[in-house]
């Protein structure tokens, strides 16, 4: 079973694999909380949904390592699965966004990061994890025409020192995500892994939370669902993709996937 397979022999410092719930379905199982990632419309925005019943997350320094291991994988479950979307991303400098912006800044620390993304209890369930995944693409030339002024007021930091703008504009990308302003509050641990194909480029932005509920509730309120404020971020980017995943933990040296019979 290609599962199996894939369970076996997955390493650990390999990355992450998330389960999507059109696999589950096909294997008769059932994941607490997984669900299809929703297609959401805002005021002149969206957010799509391109739900996929596999997600991996390959890490590595050296390129031709990713390389083989894609290989690898897509050999290991070509009897069940066909590779439909692959993309490389990179560390841009100081773990910046595209535009500049530092990436990160409010991401919780230590046990803060495991309470807010890690599942806490359960057999083959506690260390697991629940992964948002949207692709955006920036439109940076637009971008580039704003003034710095309103620049740092569309992301709600100052990019000289990445001091948060007190008196932003309520549509400022970190007042319309500020995880703590919610209840209950959206604490997730997040990164925006930035992409360019010559042609377009943008940010693969992941977010990891214990459910899939702190990531919804922030897309929702970007999308003005909350008081007709639609996320700034919108004014120069947009999603093209959008899947929820379940990150199953690890037991000793395998994926540890009891919880759905394997």
């Known amino acids: 079973m290609a599962l199996a397979r894939l369970r076996d022999a997955f390493e650990a410092d390999w990355g992450i694999v998330g389960l999507g719930l059109p696999l589950i379905e096909a294997l008769d199982q059932h994941v607490s909380g997984l669900r299809v990632f929703p297609a959401l419309e805002g005021n002149g925005c969206n957010a799509p949904s391109s739900q996929q019943a ?4 390959l890490r590595g320094d050296e390129r031709s390592t990713l390389f083989e291991r894609t290989a690898q994988l897509t050999a290991l479950l ?23 912006y530092e990436d990160g800044t409010e991401n919780p620390q230590d046990s803060a990061a495991v309470a807010a993304a890690l599942v806490a209890e359960g057999v083959g369930r506690q260390g697991s994890s629940y992964v948002a995944v949207q692709r955006w693409i920036h439109d940076l030339q637009r971008f580039r025409t704003f003034p710095a002024a309103q620049r740092d007021a569309t992301i709600g930091r100052q990019i000289s020192d990445n001091e948060e703008i007190e008196d932003a504009p309520e549509s400022a990308h970190v007042k319309r995500t500020a995880q703590e302003s919610f209840t209950p509050e959206a604490y997730m ?9 010559g042609i377009k480029q943008g940010t693969e932005f992941i977010a990891f939370g214990e459910s899939s509920d702190r990531f919804e509730n922030v897309l929702r309120r970007m999308l003005g669902h909350e008081d007709d404020i639609v996320d700034a971020l919108f004014s120069f980017s947009r999603p093209v993709t959008g899947g929820y995943y379940w990150c199953p933990p690890r037991q000793g040296d395998r994926l540890d996937l009891r919880s759905i019979a394997i």
Not at 54 to 57: K, V
């Open 78 to 100: 070509a009897d069940a699965l066909v590779l439909d979307d692959a993309l490389d991303t990179f560390r841009y400098r100081d773990n910046r966004d595209l535009t500049g």
């Open 54 to 57: 596999l997600w991996i997350l």
């Open 189 to 197: 641990v997040r990164h925006s892994m930035p992409w360019d194909n």
